[in-house]
């Protein structure tokens, strides 16, 4: 069991950047992949990164580039840097934790799940 507590939300201004924490409790963190998935308004959740238990990373279009993902296991911690955001980066940011095929690019692949951070960009 696994459970996910993400920070670092907030409103920033175009071009501007934020740094989401995930942080995790419970065992084998490091044995997970982990991801970053986002929903803004009235849109459906949408996958943003990646990162396996080697740490390979893998990218939305929409972020390449813009994003990184990482994690440190020693401290149980999933990061995401958002750099030169735009007005349509605004939605719900939330962590993910499972054991997946790949990268793990599909929320249905994950078992555990944070409550979400509000990002807003303003024009």
């Known amino acids: 069991q696994v459970q996910l507590v993400e920070s670092g939300g907030g409103l920033v201004q175009a071009g501007g950047s934020l740094k989401l924490s995930c942080a995790a409790s419970g065992r084998a963190f490091g044995s997970y992949n982990l991801a970053w998935f986002r929903q803004g308004p009235g849109r459906e959740r949408e996958f943003v990164a990646a990162i396996t238990w080697l740490s390979d990373t893998t990218y939305a279009d929409s972020g390449k580039g813009r994003f990184t993902i990482s994690r440190d296991d020693a401290k149980n911690t999933l990061h995401l840097q958002m750099n030169s955001l735009k007005p349509e980066d605004t939605a719900v940011y939330y962590c993910?934790?499972?054991?997946?095929?790949?990268?793990?690019?599909?929320?249905?692949?994950?078992?555990?799940w944070g409550q979400g951070t509000q990002v807003t960009v303003s024009s």
């Open positions: 993910a934790a499972g054991v997946t095929t790949g990268f793990g690019t599909q929320s249905y692949e994950y078992d555990y």
